[in-house]
Structures are given as C-alpha cells and as structure tokens.
Nanobody
C-alpha cells in the first residue's frame, strides 16, 4: 500500500485548505485512516481519524475547525482545514491501518506542508 498526501500550501490565518490522501496498491476494506501533523521541533501528533465505516474523531485542538472524510470508492481520505491558526503549521501525514490482519500493518504517506502565516 502506498499513500500520497497532497493539498498543502501557504495560507493566511483564518483561511482554509483541503488535504487529500490517496491510497494505491492492495487496499483492504477494513482500514482506519488518520491524519497526523508535526510542527518544527515538536513530536508528531494525531489530528483526526476515520474508520472504514465512517466514524470520525478529532483532537481537541482541531475539533470544530477541521473535518475528516473519505471516499472508499476512490481509496481517498480528505481533511478540510478551516479557520486556520498559526499553530496549525506543520507537515501533515496520512496513515492507513489495515484492520483485516491480527497484527494490523500501518502505512504512512510522505507528508504535505501546511504553513499558516499570522
């Protein structure tokens, strides 16, 4: 499984972006997908997740501003980022966890840079 993240860029505070993460290869149907981000000098943190059934969850820092979604037919996950803040700046990574296996393998995308100017 290969993941390709895209959609990052430079945006002013208060603006919006839409990130995409496309999965290719042999993608199982029982998978969870997540977005993480890593700011300069900080550890990677979980941002939001969505199950194969569409259940979503968010970190407190983005709840109400970001929306995660997926299109299973296209093997693609999205993250709509609204009301962006400077502290949202970082590299955003997508992750897919294949729940069909007893020891679920996890796959990561290469990351896409989001920069929010204050």
């Amino acid at each position: 499984v290969q993941l390709q993240a895209s959609g990052g860029g430079l945006v002013q505070a208060g603006g919006s972006l839409r990130l995409s993460c496309s999965a290719s290869g042999i993608v199982g149907r029982q998978n969870d997908m997540d977005w993480y981000r890593q700011a300069p000098g900080k550890q990677r943190e979980w941002v939001a997740g969505i199950s194969s059934g569409g259940n979503t969850s968010y970190s407190d820092s983005v709840k109400g501003r970001f929306t995660i979604s997926r299109d299973n037919a296209k093997n693609t996950m999205y993250l709509q980022l609204n009301s962006l803040k400077h502290e949202d700046t970082g590299v955003y990574y997508c992750k897919l966890t294949d729940r069909a296996w007893y020891y679920p393998p996890a796959y990561w995308g290469q990351g896409t840079q989001v920069t929010v100017s204050s």
